[in-house]
């Protein structure tokens, strides 16, 4: 029998182009939950810094400034949004400037006590459920996460799902030193690191198609929320 009492969340990590976030929407879609991407909340207070002049590797200076920009994230798995002071941020967050900037400004500790006071009133507001997809929700976000998901492929695999997005215009060994990179800063940064929580179930998705990543979650969701 579904559980209709305890409203499931489900934490899905890990490094970059794994699929957290197609296989968030996915998910989130196919079970009627709603969907928290913490990644573009990240990207989106880096560009509030970008764009206010505020030097992102200067930590002093980003803490100082962290709790200025109001962020605001739409849950609809079908349409999430994200806007920053009202105004919407889903394109200006994934520009490269943003990308390579993002490491640098998460990684101050300031930020994610903000970030992660909001990410967490956004849960509590989902009574249907929830899925939160990023780098430390199983470890910290959602520490009681009904189900945690640490998903993982080959920089080889992600570096090609990524050139793919970009029409070839990145070469792929670009695209693959720069994933490195991110995932190596994400990853030894003091405050919450990139990390797979104990508890994870962890899945490789380099031999699998994203349907399949897809139908694996949704099938230990469906174990939990049965119980069976
Ligand atoms: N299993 C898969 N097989 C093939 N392509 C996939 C698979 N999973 C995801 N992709 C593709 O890889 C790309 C990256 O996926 P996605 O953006 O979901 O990753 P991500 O982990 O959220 O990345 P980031 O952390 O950088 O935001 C997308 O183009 C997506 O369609
Ligand atoms: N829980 C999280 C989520 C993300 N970050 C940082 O944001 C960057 C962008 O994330 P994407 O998923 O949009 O690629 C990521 O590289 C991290 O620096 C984080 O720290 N914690």
Known sequence: MVNTVNPVIV???GPSGTGKSSTSRAVADKLGLRYLD???????????MLSNGVDVNDPVAVADQAG?????????PTAPTIT??????AGPIRTQEVTAAVSAVSAVPEVRARL???????????TDGIVVEGRDIGTTVLPAAGVKIFLTASAEARAARRSGELNGSV??????????QRDAADSSRVASP???????????????????????I??????KRTGS
Do not use: C, F, H
């Not at 200025?68 to 609809?76: E, F, I, M, N, Y």
């Not at 992660?116 to 989902?126: D, S, W």
């Not at 949704?218 to 174990?223: F, G, I, N, R, S």
């Open 11 to 13: 934490a899905i990590d």
């Open 38 to 48: 913490t990644g573009a909340m990240y990207r989106a207070i880096t560009w509030w």
């Open 68 to 76: 200025k920009p109001t962020l605001v994230s739409g849950t609809d």
């Open 84 to 89: 920053v002071d009202g105004l919407d941020a």
């Open 116 to 126: 992660v006071e909001l990410q967490r009133a956004a849960v509590a507001t989902a």
């Open 171 to 180: 070469s792929v060994a670009a695209t693959q030193a720069a994933l490195i």
């Open 194 to 216: 990139l990390a797979k929580a104990a508890d994870a179930i962890e899945v490789d998705t380099t031999e699998l198609t994203l349907t399949q990543v897809i139908e694996n």
């Open 218 to 223: 949704v099938a230990l969701v469906e174990e």
